[in-house]
């Protein structure tokens, strides 16, 4: 749903008469000035970055609220292990769409294994990997510090730096940048040098002020964060990470983790409302840019919910199917089945190991692999793997399920 709202530049636009400039002129300070407005205090090339609320973006607000208790709701009703390979498999494309943006190739495969590195075995993208897991498991909180900016951007770049754009000691850029779009046409010019540090001091006390919603400032601190622009490359990625961190305060984890993904699928929208903010005419009014973002959110919680319903009703379906086969399953051998079909549907692989059939289980790892092969040799379980052992749910087993068209996982 995108929300209709006139910026200063439409005004201007539509007004053929002799006094058009001095009309805009009046609208750009009856919004600043407006009692509803929210007004950050931070001086732009054009103006004080502010926020009118019109009517779109309270209706926008509230539907987002209104989309989260369901979003809430279905992902409470979703048993441990659906709820624990879905989070992942929401990392995964997070982190996958994110790159793309940038035009930073990553696979699903290398963020899962990012997700299992240990500090002995080192995975691409696992510093980046492990910040959105960080969200989800409530240890990660919104930077206090330039210092902690630049932390955060080490973890998400990596290793995908060419040399000319590292920064060695310094905490941001000590040079100026441009950016050009099609054609060779500049479309945003970073902050001078000399301004980067004071401009994030600016935005990360816009980020803890507590008198505007936390969806608007989240909004807002991430358009600030791209417009500084504080290094040569991987703002984008930093940035969006950032918006998830701040807005995992008001909503729930999976609507944040699935905001990269609409982002990517709406590239064009997204960075045209960096352009609108930022032309001389709109006087640095912020307030399309916001709608931008809750537009994007509500997409998001749209095919949230979908995927949710639609996931609980296979799994409920499921459910029924194993518990009604005493007859042919012992107990453990249900448990492990109905494991398998939460991972097949909620995780990136669908894989399950015989350690983690053994933590779940509560016994020994021989007797996980014992049961996981009674199920191999049924046709429900097909091993793809030895070392270590590791399963998938079969065909027969999906077909028994009533799953004839299992999605499969993507590399």
């Not at 042919?328 to 983690?356: C, G, H, K, M």
Request: proline letters at 4%; charged letters at 25%; aromatic letters at 10%.
């Amino acid at each position: 749903m995108a929300f209709e709202y006139p910026t200063i530049r439409k005004v201007l636009y539509l007004d053929s008469t002799p006094e058009r400039f001095a009309r805009a002129e009046r609208v750009a300070c009856e919004r600043l000035e407006a009692e509803s407005t929210f007004r950050t205090g931070i001086m732009l090339e054009h103006g004080e970055l502010f926020l009118a609320v019109p009517r779109q973006l309270s209706v926008a607000h509230e539907q987002i609220l209104r989309k989260e208790r369901r979003v809430s709701a279905l992902w409470r009703q979703l048993p441990r292990v659906a709820l624990g390979a879905y989070v992942r498999s929401l990392i995964g494309d997070e982190v996958v769409s994110s790159n793309e943006i940038e035009g930073v190739y990553s696979t699903r495969r290398q963020i899962k294994d990012a997700l299992e590195a240990t500090t002995d075995n080192h995975a691409p993208f696992a510093e980046f990997a492990q910040l959105y897991l960080g969200i989800t498991e409530n240890n990660a909180s919104f930077p206090e510090t330039p210092g902690a900016i630049r932390s955060i951007y080490d973890a998400v770049v990596g290793d995908t730096l060419a040399p000319e754009c590292e920064l060695g000691d310094s905490l941001f850029r000590r040079d100026g940048v441009e950016l050009y779009g099609a054609g060779g046409k500049r479309v945003h010019v970073g902050v001078a040098p000399d301004r980067i540090a004071p401009y994030i001091e600016e935005m990360l006390r816009l980020a803890h002020r507590e008198d505007i919603p936390e969806v608007f400032c989240a909004a807002l601190c991430h358009f600030l964060f791209e417009y500084i622009h504080p290094f040569f490359d991987g703002n984008g990625r930093t940035g969006r990470y950032l918006l998830a961190l701040q807005l995992a305060r008001p909503l729930s984890q999976p609507t944040v983790l699935s905001l990269s993904r609409t982002i990517a699928e709406n590239k064009a929208v997204y960075y045209k409302a960096f352009k609108t903010v930022e032309h001389p005419v709109n006087q640095s009014e912020a307030t399309s840019f916001v709608l931008m973002i809750c537009d994007l959110l509500l997409q998001a919680q749209d095919a949230l919910i979908a995927d949710l319903e639609e996931k609980q009703d296979q799994i409920d379906h499921a459910y029924d199917v194993i518990s009604g086969r005493t007859a042919e399953w012992d107990e453990r051998e249900r448990d492990v089945l109905f494991y398998a079909t939460q991972r097949s549907l909620f995780d990136l692989y669908q894989e399950i190991r015989s350690n983690d059939i053994a933590a779940f289980l509560g016994v020994s790892l021989a007797v996980a692999r014992a049961v996981l092969k009674r199920l191999e040799q049924r046709g429900l379980l097909d091993r793809v793997s030895k070392r270590p052992l590791t399963y998938v749910l079969s065909d027969e087993g999906a077909h028994l399920l009533g799953w004839d068209n299992v999605v499969e996982g993507q590399g």
